[in-house]
Protein backbone atom coordinates (compact mmCIF):
# COMPACT_ATOMS: atom_id res chain seq x y z
CA UNK A 1 0.00 0.00 0.00
CA UNK A 2 2.82 2.97 0.74
CA UNK A 3 4.65 2.05 -2.27
CA UNK A 4 0.79 2.57 -4.43
CA UNK A 5 0.96 5.23 -2.40
CA UNK A 6 4.15 6.44 -3.71
CA UNK A 7 3.07 5.91 -7.52
CA UNK A 8 -0.08 7.84 -6.94
CA UNK A 9 1.89 11.11 -5.63
CA UNK A 10 4.34 11.02 -8.17
CA UNK A 11 1.52 11.59 -10.70
CA UNK A 12 0.14 14.50 -9.20
CA UNK A 13 1.71 16.79 -10.90
CA UNK A 14 0.96 15.86 -14.81
CA UNK A 15 -2.68 16.82 -14.14
CA UNK A 16 -2.13 20.69 -14.90
CA UNK A 17 0.16 20.14 -18.02
CA UNK A 18 -2.42 17.60 -19.79
CA UNK A 19 -5.28 19.90 -19.05
CA UNK A 20 -3.58 22.94 -20.57
CA UNK A 21 -2.51 20.78 -23.48
CA UNK A 22 -6.04 19.86 -23.98
CA UNK A 23 -7.38 23.36 -23.81
CA UNK A 24 -4.11 24.38 -26.50
CA UNK A 25 -5.67 21.30 -28.81
CA UNK A 26 -9.09 22.69 -28.43
CA UNK A 27 -8.40 26.08 -28.75
CA UNK A 28 -6.57 25.26 -32.29
CA UNK A 29 -8.97 22.97 -33.14
CA UNK A 30 -11.74 26.22 -32.40
CA UNK A 31 -9.66 28.53 -34.50
CA UNK A 32 -9.21 26.19 -37.68
CA UNK A 33 -13.04 25.99 -37.68
CA UNK A 34 -14.20 29.82 -37.33
CA UNK A 35 -11.21 30.33 -40.53
CA UNK A 36 -12.51 27.89 -42.31
CA UNK A 37 -15.82 29.01 -42.09
CA UNK A 38 -14.73 32.69 -42.48
CA UNK A 39 -13.17 31.91 -45.17
CA UNK A 40 -16.58 29.78 -46.40
CA UNK A 41 -18.46 32.59 -45.68
CA UNK A 42 -16.59 34.72 -47.48
CA UNK A 43 -16.42 32.29 -50.44
CA UNK A 44 -19.85 32.50 -50.44
CA UNK A 45 -20.76 36.34 -50.00
CA UNK A 46 -18.51 36.31 -53.52
CA UNK A 47 -20.04 34.01 -55.24
CA UNK A 48 -23.58 35.70 -54.55
CA UNK A 49 -22.09 39.16 -55.20
CA UNK A 50 -20.70 38.05 -58.61
CA UNK A 51 -24.28 36.29 -59.28
CA UNK A 52 -25.59 39.76 -58.34
CA UNK A 53 -22.75 41.29 -60.13
CA UNK A 54 -24.04 38.86 -63.16
CA UNK A 55 -27.78 39.97 -62.88
CA UNK A 56 -27.01 43.74 -62.60
CA UNK A 57 -25.17 43.44 -65.98
CA UNK A 58 -27.80 41.52 -67.26
CA UNK A 59 -30.64 44.18 -66.16
CA UNK A 60 -28.37 46.83 -68.35
CA UNK A 61 -28.86 44.53 -71.43
CA UNK A 62 -32.73 44.18 -70.94
CA UNK A 63 -32.78 48.30 -70.23
CA UNK A 64 -31.17 48.69 -73.39
CA UNK A 65 -32.88 46.23 -75.63
CA UNK A 66 -36.56 47.79 -74.35
CA UNK A 67 -35.28 51.20 -74.81
CA UNK A 68 -33.66 50.90 -78.09
CA UNK A 69 -37.10 48.97 -79.40
CA UNK A 70 -39.61 51.09 -77.94
CA UNK A 71 -37.87 54.64 -78.96
CA UNK A 72 -36.49 52.71 -82.35
CA UNK A 73 -33.91 55.86 -82.65
CA UNK A 74 -31.67 55.75 -86.07
CA UNK A 75 -28.52 54.06 -86.25
CA UNK A 76 -26.51 56.50 -85.36
CA UNK A 77 -28.73 57.21 -82.68
CA UNK A 78 -29.02 56.28 -79.25
CA UNK A 79 -31.95 56.27 -76.39
CA UNK A 80 -31.69 57.85 -73.72
CA UNK A 81 -32.81 57.54 -70.03
CA UNK A 82 -33.08 60.95 -68.22
CA UNK A 83 -32.18 59.90 -64.52
CA UNK A 84 -34.09 62.81 -62.90
CA UNK A 85 -37.48 62.56 -64.21
CA UNK A 86 -37.27 58.50 -65.92
CA UNK A 87 -38.47 60.22 -69.34
CA UNK A 88 -36.91 58.66 -72.75
CA UNK A 89 -35.09 60.51 -75.09
CA UNK A 90 -32.74 60.38 -78.40
CA UNK A 91 -29.76 61.50 -79.44
CA UNK A 92 -26.83 61.11 -81.58
CA UNK A 93 -24.28 58.46 -80.54
CA UNK A 94 -20.59 59.96 -79.59
CA UNK A 95 -17.37 60.52 -81.76
CA UNK A 96 -16.06 56.80 -80.95
CA UNK A 97 -19.23 54.94 -82.18
CA UNK A 98 -20.56 54.43 -79.18
CA UNK A 99 -23.90 55.86 -77.22
CA UNK A 100 -22.88 57.65 -73.99
CA UNK A 101 -22.92 55.43 -70.54
CA UNK A 102 -26.33 55.38 -69.16
CA UNK A 103 -25.37 54.23 -65.48
CA UNK A 104 -28.70 53.07 -63.36
CA UNK A 105 -28.86 52.22 -59.65
CA UNK A 106 -30.63 48.94 -58.61
CA UNK A 107 -30.41 49.16 -54.90
CA UNK A 108 -28.83 47.03 -52.05
CA UNK A 109 -25.69 47.69 -53.60
CA UNK A 110 -26.33 46.46 -56.91
CA UNK A 111 -26.32 48.83 -60.09
CA UNK A 112 -25.03 48.71 -63.53
CA UNK A 113 -23.32 51.19 -66.61
CA UNK A 114 -23.82 50.46 -70.40
CA UNK A 115 -23.04 51.73 -73.38
CA UNK A 116 -24.92 50.74 -77.13
CA UNK A 117 -22.95 50.67 -80.18
CA UNK A 118 -24.67 52.47 -83.26
CA UNK A 119 -26.19 50.47 -85.78
CA UNK A 120 -24.06 48.58 -88.37
CA UNK A 121 -25.31 47.39 -91.95
CA UNK A 122 -25.03 43.55 -92.39
CA UNK A 123 -26.06 41.39 -95.73
CA UNK A 124 -26.64 38.11 -94.60
CA UNK A 125 -28.93 35.17 -95.60
CA UNK A 126 -30.43 37.39 -98.29
CA UNK A 127 -31.54 39.89 -95.70
CA UNK A 128 -30.45 43.52 -95.18
CA UNK A 129 -29.75 43.70 -91.33
CA UNK A 130 -28.73 46.43 -88.32
CA UNK A 131 -26.50 45.01 -85.56
CA UNK A 132 -25.98 46.63 -82.56
CA UNK A 133 -23.40 45.60 -79.62
CA UNK A 134 -24.52 46.20 -76.33
CA UNK A 135 -21.75 46.13 -73.11
CA UNK A 136 -23.24 46.08 -69.78
CA UNK A 137 -21.20 46.24 -66.09
CA UNK A 138 -22.64 45.02 -63.48
CA UNK A 139 -21.31 45.99 -59.91
CA UNK A 140 -22.65 44.04 -56.66
CA UNK A 141 -20.75 45.65 -53.22
CA UNK A 142 -17.56 46.12 -55.09
CA UNK A 143 -17.92 42.91 -57.36
CA UNK A 144 -17.66 43.53 -61.11
CA UNK A 145 -18.73 41.46 -64.12
CA UNK A 146 -19.35 42.40 -67.38
CA UNK A 147 -21.08 40.89 -70.32
CA UNK A 148 -21.87 41.63 -74.25
CA UNK A 149 -24.85 41.17 -76.87
CA UNK A 150 -25.56 41.32 -79.99
CA UNK A 151 -28.85 42.47 -81.41
CA UNK A 152 -29.82 42.21 -85.34
CA UNK A 153 -32.61 44.07 -86.43
CA UNK A 154 -34.28 43.36 -90.26
CA UNK A 155 -34.46 46.48 -91.98
CA UNK A 156 -37.81 45.30 -94.09
CA UNK A 157 -35.65 46.13 -97.31
CA UNK A 158 -36.72 43.24 -98.96
CA UNK A 159 -39.01 41.31 -96.49
CA UNK A 160 -38.74 38.24 -97.59
CA UNK A 161 -34.74 36.91 -97.18
CA UNK A 162 -34.06 37.08 -101.12
CA UNK A 163 -33.65 33.68 -102.96
CA UNK A 164 -35.87 31.64 -100.48
CA UNK A 165 -38.51 30.14 -101.43
CA UNK A 166 -39.35 29.47 -97.51
CA UNK A 167 -38.24 30.54 -94.53
CA UNK A 168 -38.47 29.31 -90.76
CA UNK A 169 -37.53 30.67 -87.27
CA UNK A 170 -37.89 27.26 -86.01
CA UNK A 171 -36.75 23.68 -87.34
CA UNK A 172 -37.69 22.38 -90.16
CA UNK A 173 -39.02 18.97 -91.64
CA UNK A 174 -38.92 18.53 -95.32
CA UNK A 175 -41.05 15.16 -95.39
CA UNK A 176 -42.64 13.14 -98.69
CA UNK A 177 -42.51 14.35 -102.10
CA UNK A 178 -42.19 18.02 -100.79
CA UNK A 179 -40.21 20.05 -103.17
CA UNK A 180 -38.59 23.56 -102.91
CA UNK A 181 -37.35 25.33 -106.06
CA UNK A 182 -35.46 28.12 -104.28
CA UNK A 183 -33.76 28.78 -100.87
CA UNK A 184 -34.98 26.96 -97.05
CA UNK A 185 -33.74 28.39 -94.40
CA UNK A 186 -34.10 27.89 -90.54
CA UNK A 187 -32.90 28.99 -87.49
CA UNK A 188 -32.89 25.43 -86.01
CA UNK A 189 -32.22 21.78 -88.21
CA UNK A 190 -33.23 21.08 -91.24
CA UNK A 191 -34.15 17.59 -92.12
CA UNK A 192 -34.97 16.07 -95.03
CA UNK A 193 -36.98 12.46 -95.72
CA UNK A 194 -38.35 10.09 -97.89
CA UNK A 195 -38.27 11.65 -101.57
CA UNK A 196 -38.38 15.55 -100.78
CA UNK A 197 -36.43 17.59 -102.77
CA UNK A 198 -34.72 21.26 -102.81
CA UNK A 199 -32.60 22.79 -105.55
CA UNK A 200 -31.22 25.67 -103.86
CA UNK A 201 -29.59 26.54 -100.53
CA UNK A 202 -30.78 24.56 -97.98
CA UNK A 203 -29.42 26.83 -94.16
CA UNK A 204 -29.72 25.45 -90.91
CA UNK A 205 -29.39 28.11 -88.12
CA UNK A 206 -25.52 28.73 -86.89
CA UNK A 207 -24.29 25.79 -85.18
CA UNK A 208 -27.57 23.68 -86.69
CA UNK A 209 -27.47 20.93 -89.61
CA UNK A 210 -29.08 19.74 -92.74
CA UNK A 211 -29.67 16.11 -92.37
CA UNK A 212 -30.73 14.19 -95.37
CA UNK A 213 -31.97 10.56 -95.40
CA UNK A 214 -33.61 8.04 -97.60
CA UNK A 215 -33.76 9.28 -100.75
CA UNK A 216 -34.08 12.60 -99.90
CA UNK A 217 -31.90 14.81 -102.53
CA UNK A 218 -30.23 18.67 -102.74
CA UNK A 219 -29.26 19.69 -106.14
CA UNK A 220 -25.95 19.93 -107.43
CA UNK A 221 -25.87 23.99 -106.89
CA UNK A 222 -27.34 23.84 -103.82
CA UNK A 223 -25.18 24.40 -100.10
CA UNK A 224 -25.93 23.34 -96.74
CA UNK A 225 -23.63 25.83 -95.21
CA UNK A 226 -25.09 26.90 -91.72
CA UNK A 227 -25.72 30.42 -91.70
CA UNK A 228 -23.50 32.90 -89.53
CA UNK A 229 -26.85 35.19 -88.59
CA UNK A 230 -29.72 34.25 -87.83
CA UNK A 231 -32.91 34.80 -90.25
CA UNK A 232 -34.26 37.55 -88.84
CA UNK A 233 -38.38 38.52 -89.58
CA UNK A 234 -39.72 41.64 -88.01
CA UNK A 235 -43.09 42.19 -86.66
CA UNK A 236 -45.98 42.58 -89.28
CA UNK A 237 -46.52 46.29 -89.79
CA UNK A 238 -50.08 47.06 -90.64
CA UNK A 239 -50.02 50.58 -90.05
CA UNK A 240 -53.59 52.10 -89.82
CA UNK A 241 -54.90 49.19 -92.29
CA UNK A 242 -57.61 48.32 -89.44
CA UNK A 243 -59.13 51.20 -89.52
CA UNK A 244 -58.11 52.59 -92.94
CA UNK A 245 -59.02 49.87 -95.58
CA UNK A 246 -60.99 48.54 -98.69
CA UNK A 247 -63.36 46.05 -96.31
CA UNK A 248 -66.12 48.40 -97.64
CA UNK A 249 -65.66 46.92 -101.11
CA UNK A 250 -67.34 43.89 -100.15
CA UNK A 251 -70.45 45.06 -99.06
CA UNK A 252 -72.63 43.44 -95.89
CA UNK A 253 -74.15 41.21 -97.05
CA UNK A 254 -72.03 40.76 -99.92
CA UNK A 255 -73.80 41.39 -103.70
CA UNK A 256 -73.29 40.36 -106.97
CA UNK A 257 -72.82 43.77 -108.39
CA UNK A 258 -70.60 45.31 -105.71
CA UNK A 259 -67.01 46.85 -105.70
CA UNK A 260 -65.59 43.25 -105.01
CA UNK A 261 -68.21 40.77 -107.24
CA UNK A 262 -69.21 37.57 -105.63
CA UNK A 263 -71.21 34.52 -107.30
CA UNK A 264 -73.51 32.24 -104.74
CA UNK A 265 -73.54 35.01 -102.59
CA UNK A 266 -75.52 33.90 -100.04
CA UNK A 267 -72.95 31.38 -99.36
CA UNK A 268 -70.78 34.08 -98.10
CA UNK A 269 -70.94 35.48 -94.42
CA UNK A 270 -68.99 38.89 -93.95
CA UNK A 271 -69.54 40.45 -90.75
CA UNK A 272 -67.88 44.17 -91.44
CA UNK A 273 -67.72 44.19 -87.01
CA UNK A 274 -65.85 41.13 -86.47
CA UNK A 275 -63.81 40.98 -89.96
CA UNK A 276 -64.86 37.47 -90.09
CA UNK A 277 -64.71 36.24 -93.80
CA UNK A 278 -66.19 32.86 -94.58
CA UNK A 279 -66.96 31.26 -98.13
CA UNK A 280 -68.28 27.58 -98.71
CA UNK A 281 -70.11 25.64 -101.28
CA UNK A 282 -69.31 27.03 -104.66
CA UNK A 283 -69.02 30.52 -103.46
CA UNK A 284 -67.04 33.08 -105.14
CA UNK A 285 -65.22 36.98 -103.82
CA UNK A 286 -62.94 38.66 -105.98
CA UNK A 287 -60.95 41.69 -104.07
CA UNK A 288 -60.50 44.29 -105.80
CA UNK A 289 -58.74 46.97 -103.75
CA UNK A 290 -55.61 47.80 -102.50
CA UNK A 291 -55.51 46.51 -98.73
CA UNK A 292 -57.80 44.67 -96.79
CA UNK A 293 -57.89 43.81 -92.77
CA UNK A 294 -59.41 40.83 -91.24
CA UNK A 295 -59.70 38.57 -88.16
CA UNK A 296 -59.79 35.38 -89.64
CA UNK A 297 -61.05 33.91 -93.79
CA UNK A 298 -62.13 30.48 -94.11
CA UNK A 299 -62.71 29.13 -97.48
CA UNK A 300 -64.16 25.31 -97.67
CA UNK A 301 -66.15 23.20 -100.26
CA UNK A 302 -65.27 24.89 -103.11
CA UNK A 303 -65.10 28.45 -103.06
CA UNK A 304 -62.52 30.92 -104.24
CA UNK A 305 -60.89 33.97 -102.97
CA UNK A 306 -60.29 35.82 -106.30
CA UNK A 307 -57.40 38.59 -106.49
CA UNK A 308 -58.40 40.92 -109.61
CA UNK A 309 -56.15 41.57 -112.24
CA UNK A 310 -53.92 44.66 -111.28
CA UNK A 311 -52.25 47.36 -113.07
CA UNK A 312 -48.25 46.49 -113.14
CA UNK A 313 -46.69 47.49 -110.03
CA UNK A 314 -49.75 47.66 -107.76
CA UNK A 315 -50.94 44.79 -105.27
CA UNK A 316 -53.55 43.77 -103.37
CA UNK A 317 -52.41 43.31 -99.80
CA UNK A 318 -54.35 41.08 -96.70
CA UNK A 319 -53.75 42.00 -92.96
CA UNK A 320 -55.09 39.04 -90.55
CA UNK A 321 -54.91 40.59 -87.59
CA UNK A 322 -53.57 39.26 -84.05
CA UNK A 323 -56.09 37.36 -82.04
CA UNK A 324 -54.93 39.75 -79.04
CA UNK A 325 -57.35 42.66 -81.52
CA UNK A 326 -60.07 40.03 -82.77
CA UNK A 327 -61.48 38.17 -79.50
CA UNK A 328 -59.25 35.70 -78.98
CA UNK A 329 -58.23 32.28 -79.58
CA UNK A 330 -59.71 30.77 -82.69
CA UNK A 331 -59.28 34.33 -84.61
CA UNK A 332 -56.64 35.47 -86.56
CA UNK A 333 -55.46 32.49 -88.99
CA UNK A 334 -56.32 31.51 -92.68
CA UNK A 335 -58.04 28.33 -93.34
CA UNK A 336 -58.69 27.08 -96.90
CA UNK A 337 -59.71 23.13 -97.01
CA UNK A 338 -61.52 20.20 -99.36
CA UNK A 339 -61.31 21.95 -103.03
CA UNK A 340 -61.37 26.09 -102.23
CA UNK A 341 -58.65 27.80 -103.31
CA UNK A 342 -57.13 31.15 -103.27
CA UNK A 343 -57.28 32.02 -107.48
CA UNK A 344 -54.70 35.30 -108.04
CA UNK A 345 -55.51 36.07 -111.66
CA UNK A 346 -51.82 37.54 -112.09
CA UNK A 347 -48.90 35.72 -112.53
CA UNK A 348 -46.91 37.95 -110.16
CA UNK A 349 -46.81 37.13 -106.46
CA UNK A 350 -46.38 40.84 -105.53
CA UNK A 351 -49.62 41.46 -106.25
CA UNK A 352 -51.23 39.17 -103.98
CA UNK A 353 -49.17 39.66 -100.13
CA UNK A 354 -50.80 38.08 -97.35
CA UNK A 355 -49.98 39.24 -93.90
CA UNK A 356 -50.27 37.51 -90.58
CA UNK A 357 -49.54 39.75 -87.66
CA UNK A 358 -49.89 36.52 -84.85
CA UNK A 359 -49.40 36.54 -81.18
CA UNK A 360 -46.88 35.27 -79.45
CA UNK A 361 -48.61 33.79 -76.95
CA UNK A 362 -51.96 32.45 -78.86
CA UNK A 363 -51.76 29.85 -81.75
CA UNK A 364 -52.24 30.93 -85.21
CA UNK A 365 -51.34 29.76 -88.48
CA UNK A 366 -52.29 29.99 -92.38
CA UNK A 367 -53.27 26.56 -93.63
CA UNK A 368 -53.66 24.75 -96.54
CA UNK A 369 -55.43 21.36 -95.97
CA UNK A 370 -55.78 19.01 -98.79
CA UNK A 371 -55.73 21.79 -101.38
CA UNK A 372 -55.73 19.83 -105.14
CA UNK A 373 -56.36 22.67 -107.81
CA UNK A 374 -54.76 22.70 -110.86
CA UNK A 375 -53.58 26.47 -110.47
CA UNK A 376 -50.88 27.25 -108.91
CA UNK A 377 -51.25 29.84 -105.80
CA UNK A 378 -49.30 32.66 -107.06
CA UNK A 379 -48.72 35.04 -103.60
CA UNK A 380 -46.30 36.25 -100.96
CA UNK A 381 -47.03 34.96 -96.88
CA UNK A 382 -45.34 36.25 -93.88
CA UNK A 383 -46.05 35.12 -90.82
CA UNK A 384 -43.47 35.71 -88.04
CA UNK A 385 -46.23 34.41 -84.97
CA UNK A 386 -47.18 31.85 -87.30
CA UNK A 387 -47.78 28.48 -88.65
CA UNK A 388 -47.56 27.51 -92.37
CA UNK A 389 -48.97 24.85 -93.53
CA UNK A 390 -49.24 23.03 -97.09
CA UNK A 391 -50.64 19.96 -97.67
CA UNK A 392 -52.27 17.64 -100.90
CA UNK A 393 -50.78 18.77 -104.46
CA UNK A 394 -50.61 22.33 -103.83
CA UNK A 395 -48.14 24.39 -105.72
CA UNK A 396 -47.09 28.31 -104.56
CA UNK A 397 -45.76 30.22 -106.61
CA UNK A 398 -43.66 33.12 -104.63
CA UNK A 399 -42.10 32.62 -101.17
CA UNK A 400 -43.36 32.08 -97.77
CA UNK A 401 -41.66 33.20 -94.19
CA UNK A 402 -42.57 32.22 -90.87
CA UNK A 403 -42.46 30.93 -87.05
CA UNK A 404 -42.91 27.43 -88.44
CA UNK A 405 -42.94 25.46 -91.69
CA UNK A 406 -44.97 22.34 -92.19
CA UNK A 407 -45.13 21.31 -95.52
CA UNK A 408 -46.96 18.15 -96.16
CA UNK A 409 -47.49 15.25 -99.30
CA UNK A 410 -46.82 16.56 -102.34
CA UNK A 411 -46.73 20.56 -101.51
CA UNK A 412 -44.23 22.56 -104.25
CA UNK A 413 -43.20 25.49 -103.53
CA UNK A 414 -41.58 28.04 -106.46
CA UNK A 415 -39.12 30.97 -105.46
CA UNK A 416 -40.28 33.89 -107.83
CA UNK A 417 -37.65 36.95 -108.66
CA UNK A 418 -39.92 39.11 -108.09
CA UNK A 419 -40.23 38.71 -104.23
CA UNK A 420 -37.25 40.51 -103.89
CA UNK A 421 -39.05 43.60 -104.66
CA UNK A 422 -41.48 43.53 -101.51
CA UNK A 423 -40.53 45.90 -99.15
CA UNK A 424 -41.87 47.22 -95.81
CA UNK A 425 -41.60 50.83 -96.26
CA UNK A 426 -41.66 50.69 -92.45
CA UNK A 427 -38.87 52.33 -90.20
CA UNK A 428 -39.37 49.76 -87.76
CA UNK A 429 -36.84 47.85 -86.34
CA UNK A 430 -37.05 45.66 -83.69
CA UNK A 431 -33.70 44.29 -82.57
CA UNK A 432 -33.68 40.65 -81.30
CA UNK A 433 -30.75 39.00 -79.63
CA UNK A 434 -27.97 36.89 -81.78
CA UNK A 435 -24.93 36.42 -79.99
CA UNK A 436 -24.17 36.53 -75.67
CA UNK A 437 -20.46 36.65 -74.36
CA UNK A 438 -18.93 37.30 -70.88
CA UNK A 439 -16.18 39.56 -71.08
CA UNK A 440 -13.35 40.27 -68.69
CA UNK A 441 -14.35 42.57 -65.72
CA UNK A 442 -12.72 45.36 -67.24
CA UNK A 443 -12.20 46.53 -70.95
CA UNK A 444 -8.97 45.71 -72.17
CA UNK A 445 -8.63 49.03 -74.41
CA UNK A 446 -10.10 51.83 -74.79
CA UNK A 447 -12.91 49.89 -77.23
CA UNK A 448 -15.77 49.08 -74.60
CA UNK A 449 -16.55 45.88 -75.70
CA UNK A 450 -13.03 44.86 -76.03
CA UNK A 451 -12.14 41.83 -73.21
CA UNK A 452 -15.13 40.16 -75.01
Not at 410 to 425: K, L, V
Request: hydrophobic content about 35%; glycine content about 10%; overall charge negative.
Amino acid sequence: MSRLHALIAEDRGIALPVTVSVLFMVAGLATITANAAISSEHSTLRDRNAKQAFQAGNAGIEAAMYRTNLMQPGSQQCAYKNPSNGSLTVSGVQADGWCAPQTEDLGNGQSYTMRISAGQSLHVNGQSLVQRSIVSTGTASGVRRRVLLRANAATGEPVFPQGYGGVSLDGITLPNTVQVEGGVGSNGDIYMRNYAYVCGKVTPGPGKTVEIRNSASVCPTGDTTPAQQSFNLQPVDQGDAPTNNDNARIGSPPQPTGLDPCTDCDSIDWDPSTRILRLRNNSTLTLGGGTYSFCGIELEQTAQLKIAVRPLGTGTRVFVDSPDQCGGAGTGSVHVRNSANVLNLNSDPTTFQLYVVGSASIATYVAFDGVDFPMDLVMAVYAPYSTIRIKGDTHLSGAIASKAIDLQNSARITYHERIADITTGSPLRLYRPEHYLECTSVATSTTPDSGC
